[in-house]
């Protein structure tokens, strides 16, 4: 925000090599400015959306993270676990490379509010693929045909989430495959790690000296880049976001998963904390992605209304004469119905309502004090 006060473009000021040595000085400026700020109080709160008659819940969870079974972590799960009791996480899925060892400390914890789940990020010929629910490790997993016959095998109700698919350094090749059936939105490990270095510091020391990481997300535009390819995918077919934060805690003074596991969340609407609600609501799509950093996102509702049923993201609605579409959010922000990457309705408020006139592929961002906080994933119009 102060960036912008000084009207700097810091997007267009870090592409360049000049822009990036500037970086370090202007966001340490940031920092003194803001560091008084209070941090952010994380805590279970509910938030219940009913649908066909059926109460659902809005789960709040870390969708990718590593322990020290992958190869780039040492991490033990007691830190892994006092983060997410932090951060306020409903459920959280360990997801290590290549390796399917965290199985051991699936379940619940903290008095059965915080469920632990066991996936497996495979580094495959097309990139990294996250698959939940996918059973047993699977040795043979570079070609991804190969390695999805074998999961639907052994586990048919599996899920493939392309991880952080517009990375630099570790971009997915084919988020567009039938075999995929979402990606994440944001990262924010290759947000941190595609940085150039100066900036790279600097996220070190916010990461490490600021409460709630508040100022992280300042640093952070839009995942321009990201949203296109789902939009472009969601059009064609059903199609799931997540976000994460893919916590390693490699330093621990600067990234401990009790500073980085609460700043990007998915969120997930399912009958019930349990292993089968969480997988189904993330199969059916009814999810969204929150940078909880800037204020908890719960209370936050997408849906859709046609011939008085209501339906949420990752379902269709035919075109009909009382079709519409509604965003809620749980305090005042800036909400957007975007269909194919244009904003049809814009509203600073709690509430936004649009009479959808066409087809098309609906989805709802939200900025809250001018900064990105909330992308759902997508309602189809036909
Ligand atoms: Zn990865
Ligand atoms: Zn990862």
Not at 60 to 66: E, F, I, S, Y
Not at 219 to 224: G, I, M, S, T, V
Not at 320 to 328: G, N, T
């Amino acid at each position: 925000m102060i960036l912008h006060f000084f009207n700097v473009n810091y997007e267009k000021l870090k592409r360049s090599t000049r822009g990036c040595v500037m970086i370090a000085p202007l966001s340490l400026l940031l920092v003194l400015a803001v560091s008084s700020c209070a941090g952010f109080a994380y805590d279970r709160t509910t938030h219940e959306i009913v649908i066909g008659g059926e109460t659902l819940h809005d789960f709040k969870g870390a969708t990718h993270v590593h322990s020290k079974y992958s190869h780039d972590s040492t991490s033990e799960f007691d830190d892994i676990l006092a983060g997410a009791i932090h951060g306020g996480l409903d459920f959280i899925f360990i997801t290590d490379h290549n390796n399917g060892e965290s199985k051991e400390w699936e379940g619940f914890y903290d008095d059965e509010r915080l469920l632990v789940l066991s996936g497996i990020e495979y580094s495959t010929n097309w990139g990294h693929l996250l698959i939940y629910n996918g059973g047993d490790f699977v040795p043979d997993y570079r070609d991804v045909p190969t390695l999805i016959e074998t999961v639907r095998a052994q586990s048919p109700e599996y899920l493939a989430i392309a991880a952080h698919p517009s990375s630099s350094k570790k971009p997915f090749d084919h988020p567009e495959s039938e075999l995929i059936d979402g990606m994440e939105i944001i990262n924010l490990s290759t947000l941190f790690y595609d940085a150039c270095i100066p900036e790279m510091i600097l996220n070190a020391l916010l990461l490490g000296g600021i409460p709630g990481n508040l100022l992280l997300q300042t640093l952070y535009d839009k995942p321009k880049k990201n949203l296109a390819m789902f939009d472009a995918i969601g059009e064609e077919r059903a199609f799931i976001a997540t976000g994460s934060t893919d916590a390693h805690g490699r330093f621990p003074l600067v990234d401990s998963y009790s500073k980085t596991l609460p700043t990007i969340t998915t969120h997930v609407f399912a009958r019930s904390l349990s292993p089968e609600s969480i997988y189904e609501a993330m199969r059916r799509g009814r999810t969204y992605v929150a940078l909880d950093a800037s204020d908890d996102a719960k209370g936050f509702e997408f849906y859709g209304r046609s011939r008085g049923s209501k339906l949420l993201p990752g379902e269709e609605i035919d075109l009909a004469e009382d079709a519409e579409l509604i965003a809620r959010t749980p305090v005042i922000a800036s909400i957007r119905l975007v269909e194919s990457g244009r904003v049809v309705k814009k509203v600073d408020g709690r509430f936004l309502k649009f009479e959808a006139v066409d087809p098309g592929f609906y989805r709802v961002e939200v900025n809250l004090r001018g900064r990105p906080w909330i992308y759902s994933s997508g309602i189809r119009i036909n």
